[in-house]
């Protein structure tokens, strides 16, 4: 028999009873797993029924992040079409004090990312006087990826913001662009700065006025005539009349904002408003129409025009004098500069510079731009000025600002102020009177003669009936006075002129001797309409065929 004790077989069988002295343990360590595992359970569930009323903060921060209002708005065209957007970049950075290797670092780079130049890139590389510097900006999230894997030690990226033009050079000059952290360079970018900056933390689009399709056409048909010309410099402005909306503004020559770095300062330079120059004979209109509205002359007086006019020792001639007598008519439609001269001789300093003034001829232009160059327009001393004022020189100032004071002809004699802006259908037109219906309509009927049987033929458009002015400025060449070898040429028009509504003017600029403005501007007017003429809703016959 096997002697009892610690090696026996009862004292082996696990359902006999413990000693006290060791159950006290166990039971100890299964009451505190117990209250363990109850006080976890407890808060998980404090924590479900935080999440279930106040949701996850973590989620809340992240969203944050990724839909917080940006600093710059989206800019579109009148039909939603974008145009300008802030979209995420990258920076590719540097630490130059953990650079281990400038030059094997700098040539690293360089293969990967080609638009960066050797001698500027060496020298930030090197400069440890700075912690971080900027190698390039701009970069998509595929180049952000291919700096990160290349892991130099010193070379980094950051996420910044940056603007993205969507239609790249189209409607340049009027979008304009923004530099380094999207400070407003240009453009409604700068002019409507504080818009976008609210509308961006409202999140929604500021929508101008612009049309696409009609800035494509501009822009295309003034670029083609600039080049033909071998013109300095274009401009050009397509207007609703009734409204004062800018339906589409153009500058040649132009530039791509997304590649501000490759334009040049000329090709960024917005010509339309902010380019001042004599407006020759656009401004007769307005001579006639003065004249007309203060009673001084008729549609039946009949002017002596056949002899130069003599005023302190200056001779007013005409480019193609006229034999015998004008009318009103023969004086608009053939241009005349002695017959302007003489009603602005009627009308007198005073009174032509209250209507100037009215037709917001001595102000700079109401668009939105960032660009908005103040007229020089100083006072009439003498006779001769008064007179050189009614044809045509002595006031220099924007073709903007021309475009805005030819909407007196699409709102029966009341001026509207031009807009960048988009109007909502309902919107109230402030509107300036200046000239009577009536006079309005017999000036109209005047501007129509000039495109139908005078200087401005090259404008008309089968179908269109349009009605305007040609211009025809000599240059200014320092002291040697006007050079006659370089010539502004423009058109300014209305149409159509049965139901005037839409202004267009049309400028070019050193287009050289004899290039009048009916010769270079007006065959431009009559080849944008025909384009953009079924866009407006307006009805245009083939062109008659070349004879």
Do not use: C
């Amino acid at each position: 028999m096997k002697p009892l004790g610690p090696h026996s077989t009862f004292a082996r069988d696990r359902n006999l009873p413990q000693s006290p002295l060791e159950a006290a343990p166990a039971r100890a360590r299964v009451r505190f797993l117990a209250i363990g595992i109850f006080a976890v359970l407890l808060l998980l569930a404090g924590r479900a029924v935080q999440l279930a009323f106040s949701g996850d903060p973590l989620a809340v921060a992240r969203n944050a992040g990724l839909s917080a209002p940006l600093s710059r708005a989206d800019i579109v065209d009148r039909n939603g079409v974008l145009l300008a957007t802030t979209v995420r970049a990258w920076a590719l950075t540097a630490e130059p004090g953990r650079v281990r290797n400038v030059v094997e670092t700098a040539d690293t780079l360089m293969q990967h990312f080609p638009d960066l130049e050797r001698e500027p890139l060496m020298r930030r590389l090197g400069n440890t006087d700075q912690t971080t510097v900027f190698l390039s900006r701009g970069l998509s999230e595929q180049q952000r990826d291919r700096a990160e894997a290349l892991r130099l030690p010193g070379i980094g990226t950051q996420v910044e913001h940056h603007r993205d033009y969507p239609q790249g050079s189209l409607a340049a000059h009027v979008i304009g662009f923004t530099g380094i952290d999207l400070n407003p360079q240009g453009g409604v970018e700068l002019g409507l700065d504080e818009q976008i900056r609210a509308a961006g933390e409202e999140g929604r689009p500021i929508r101008l006025s612009l049309d696409v399709r009609m800035q494509y056409a501009l822009e295309t048909e003034l670029d083609a005539a600039a080049r033909a010309l071998h013109a300095t410099g274009g401009s050009a402005i397509l207007l609703d009349g009734r409204t004062g909306e800018t339906l589409a503004l153009a500058s040649w020559p132009s530039f791509d904002p997304n590649r501000i770095g490759r334009s040049s300062e000329d090709g960024r330079r917005d010509r339309v408003a902010g380019d001042l120059h004599e407006l020759g004979s656009t401004i007769k209109p307005f001579t006639v129409a003065i004249a007309l509205q203060e009673g001084l002359t008729t549609s039946s007086e009949l002017f002596d025009v056949s002899r130069p006019l003599e005023l302190d020792n200056t001779l007013i001639e005409d480019h193609e004098p006229i034999t015998g007598y004008a009318t009103l008519r023969d004086i608009l439609a053939r241009s005349s500069n002695i017959g302007a001269a003489r009603l602005a001789l009627r009308i007198g300093g005073a009174r032509q510079r209250a209507y100037f003034e009215r037709l917001g001829l001595t102000s700079p232009t109401s668009l939105q731009l960032g660009r908005r160059q103040a007229p020089i327009a100083p006072r009439a001393q003498t006779r001769r000025d008064v007179a050189g004022l009614g044809f045509g020189y002595g006031l220099a100032t924007t073709q903007a600002t021309l475009a805005g004071a030819y909407t007196v002809f699409a709102n029966n004699g009341a001026r509207v102020t031009p807009t960048i802006l988009a109007l909502a259908p309902d919107a109230e037109v402030a509107r300036t009177e200046i000239f009577t219906p009536a006079v309005t309509r017999q000036v109209m009927a005047y501007l129509r003669a000039v495109v139908t049987e005078g200087t401005g033929r090259a404008a008309d458009v089968r179908g269109l009936v349009v009605a305007g002015k040609t211009g025809t400025a000599e240059k200014l060449s320092g002291a040697q006075g006007y050079d006659e070898s370089r010539n502004f040429s423009s058109f300014a028009g209305v149409f159509p002129a049965n139901d005037p509504r839409y202004v267009i003017v049309v400028a070019l600029d050193d287009t050289g001797a004899g290039e009048a403005g009916g010769l270079v501007a007006a065959p431009v007017v009559a080849r944008t309409l025909r384009r953009i003429a079924p866009m407006l809703g307006l009805r245009v016959e083939p062109a008659a065929p070349a004879r």
